[in-house]
């Protein structure tokens, strides 16, 4: 008899279930989150993380991109962003007794500076952590969508989803007028995903 769970339970939640899935489809949700406060926030990306990613790196992971991206909507630069993050993101989990060493494991983002860092120890695997600092580090080091999105393709190895997570953001921080015509139009079903867009928009802003 299969066992019935809830969807915020579905996911696999033990230390070695930290692949970037979650991560590479949580982009959107930064439009319903606008409005609440930070505790909510963070609630609802552990519960829409945890359908298939459920431990806490993955949800971190997660709740770092969308508050990015949260700034971005806001008008900041993602220098200022990168480091607002660096206070605001361990004072919250801190204040939610998250362990210390779940945070230290995005330290590179949250006590380094990314961007310093060589081509040659960016790593772009499939895990979560990898992925997200991969994406960071490409946006960090490039100025327009196009060149984010390429310099994460060139990194090798998981490149469609690190790719993906870093065109997310990027496409935010840029907008659409800046993403290539022709990679646009190259998208199956692109007029479905811009209605959509449209949809989600309207339901969310009107």
Request: with cysteine; glycine share 6%.
């Amino acid at each position: 008899m299969k066992k019935r769970v809830s969807p915020a339970e579905a996911g696999m939640a033990d230390a070695r279930s930290n692949g970037n899935g979650s991560l590479m489809r949580i982009a959107p949700l930064v439009f319903y989150l606008l409005d609440k406060p930070i505790s909510e926030r963070f609630e609802i990306t552990s519960k829409v993380s945890s359908i298939t990613h459920g431990h806490i790196r993955s949800i971190i992971a997660c709740f770092y991109y969308l508050e990015f991206e949260k700034q971005i909507i806001e008008g900041k630069n993602k220098n200022e962003i990168y480091k607002n993050l660096q206070h605001d993101i361990p004072e919250y989990l801190l204040s939610i007794f998250i362990e210390h060493s779940e945070i230290a494991q995005f330290d590179r983002l949250l006590k380094q500076d990314i961007s310093k860092v060589v081509p040659e120890d960016i790593r772009s695997g499939g895990y979560v952590i990898e992925t997200i600092e991969a994406a960071i580090w490409c946006l960090l080091t490039t100025n327009n969508y196009k060149d984010a999105v390429l310099k994460a393709v060139n990194l090798g190895h998981d490149t469609d989803t690190t790719a993906a997570v870093t065109g997310g953001i990027a496409g935010l921080l840029y907008g659409m007028e800046n993403i290539p015509i022709e990679y646009r139009k190259s998208i199956a079903k692109y007029g479905d995903i811009i209605d959509l867009a449209e949809r989600m928009y309207r339901k969310i802003f009107e």
